[in-house]
């Protein structure tokens, strides 16, 4: 009796075939030195791989033939006949399905960990199989909000690669993610996973940072024009109460020279300063007649 299977291996120039397979009897004692004939058979029905082998010690066989990228798609059979003296002919069939050109998506990184406000990438290979050359368009589904993926670029022709930029921004929420990298041409679409560890960011951005130093600049700086006027209007407010007990030139003279005082010490806005000192000018005239 005899027992195999196919084993496929695609690359870039098409896809290794091997097949393997054991040789036993009905007790199920492995047979060494079985001679293996197989054959393979196209969809057409053309012959695409004859070989000869033989097993080893324990039974085992194995045989390998390449499916070129040219090859066309469809089921291809293999007949297996295994010979031994003294034991009677096994026979197997086989069918392998031999696929249309296709295309598959290759990241450098399964997982991320990226701080709040920081950006990493990693590479995105679009793998040819089987001689697939159309355009394929690069896209991110199910990313968090404040997770932002660029492709650089976002569309190429396989085998190819592509930069994936992932920022993360300061008001994305800490926690572990996972969202996909998807491949789409035509009909066809594939897919890579990433898992994405979002941490807290180190440092508020400068941004943040300089308008919060703005505000509470703002906020001292209205919090002094008021106190300082404040306290303006309470001297003005007492020069008034004590110069108008005052009469008389020479008392008019000293209320003058005590406005200059004021002003001198900054004590008294120019405005009222003005004011005051064309009053206190006209009632010194006034005095001296």
Do not use: W
Not at 12 to 39: H, K, M, P, T, W
Not at 89 to 96: D, E, K, R
Not at 145 to 169: A, C, E, H, M, Y
Not at 257 to 280: G, I, M, P, S
């Amino acid at each position: 009796m005899i027992e195999a299977s196919f084993n496929p291996t695609e690359t870039e120039q098409g896809v290794y075939v091997s097949v393997s397979g054991r040789v036993f009897d009905q007790d199920n004692n492995s047979l060494s030195n079985a001679l293996i004939s197989l054959e393979v058979i196209s969809p057409q029905g053309s012959s695409v791989h004859v070989a000869v082998a033989y097993t080893d010690s324990k039974g085992i066989f194995q045989d390998t033939f390449n499916m070129a990228e040219s090859s066309p798609a469809g089921n291809y059979t293999a007949y297996l006949t295994a010979d031994k003296p003294g034991y009677v002919t096994a026979h197997l069939n086989l069918i392998y399905v031999y696929l249309t050109p296709d295309f598959a998506l290759e990241a450098s990184a399964g997982s991320l960990t990226i701080q709040q406000g920081q950006t990493s990438s990693f590479t995105l290979t679009v793998i040819s199989l089987r001689g697939f050359d159309n355009v394929v368009n690069l896209t991110a589904i199910s990313q968090p909000p404040g997770v932002t993926i660029q492709f650089t670029p976002d569309s190429l022709v396989p085998s190819g690669s592509t930069i994936v930029n992932v920022q993360v921004s300061f008001m994305a929420a800490n926690g572990n993610y996972t969202f996909e990298l998807l491949g789409v041409s035509g009909s066809l679409t594939h897919k890579a996973t990433l898992q994405l560890e979002i941490e807290p960011g180190v440092v508020l951005p400068a941004m943040v940072l300089a308008g919060a130093v703005f505000i509470i600049g703002t906020i001292v700086l209205v919090a002094r024009s008021r106190k300082d006027r404040r306290r303006r209007e309470q001297i003005v407010d007492e020069f008034l109460r004590q110069s108008g007990a005052d009469t008389g030139y020479v008392a008019t003279a000293r209320v003058l020279a005590r406005l200059e005082e004021l002003r001198a010490l900054n004590k008294v806005d120019e405005a009222t300063y003005q004011r005051l000192r064309r009053d206190y000018e006209k009632n010194l005239e006034k005095s001296d007649k």
